[in-house]
């Protein structure tokens, strides 16, 4: 199983993020969430600031590209595997940066990813 950070988690059920932290749980994955707003989603505690956490081997974001910088420092410094960009939050800088730091880049959406077994 995958340790993931969802980045963008929120505990609204119309949010892909909530799908996401929903779905992966329910595929046997350990999650860690950063969001706005302090909520549990499926068991997981949403952390408003970046927790300090190991062994994270996916990043998928849920933030717009603007948004993503103020967390740059803190994904890299995680060395994740991979960062899936999904619909709505590619962003060529952060791509660039964490390819540079050795961490593969998808522009994929984690759902599908997750439903056709690709995750």
């Known amino acids: 199983m995958k340790k993931t950070l969802v980045l963008g988690a929120s505990e609204n059920p119309a949010r892909y993020s909530f799908e996401a932290v929903t779905r992966l749980r329910k595929h046997g994955h350990e999650v860690v969430a950063v969001g706005r707003?302090?909520?549990v989603v499926a068991g997981v505690q949403i952390e408003t600031e970046p927790p300090v956490v190991n062994d994270i081997d996916t990043v998928t974001?849920?933030?717009n590209p603007t948004a993503q910088k103020a967390y740059y420092d803190f994904i890299l410094s995680l060395h994740p595997k991979r960062i899936i960009f999904n619909p709505g939050t590619e962003n060529e800088e952060l791509e660039e940066l964490?390819?540079?730091?050795g961490i593969a880049t998808l522009e994929a959406c984690t759902l599908v990813m997750l439903n056709t077994g690709q995750y």
């Open 37 to 39: 707003k302090s909520a």
């Open 61 to 63: 974001l849920y933030l």
């Open 98 to 101: 964490a390819q540079q730091n």
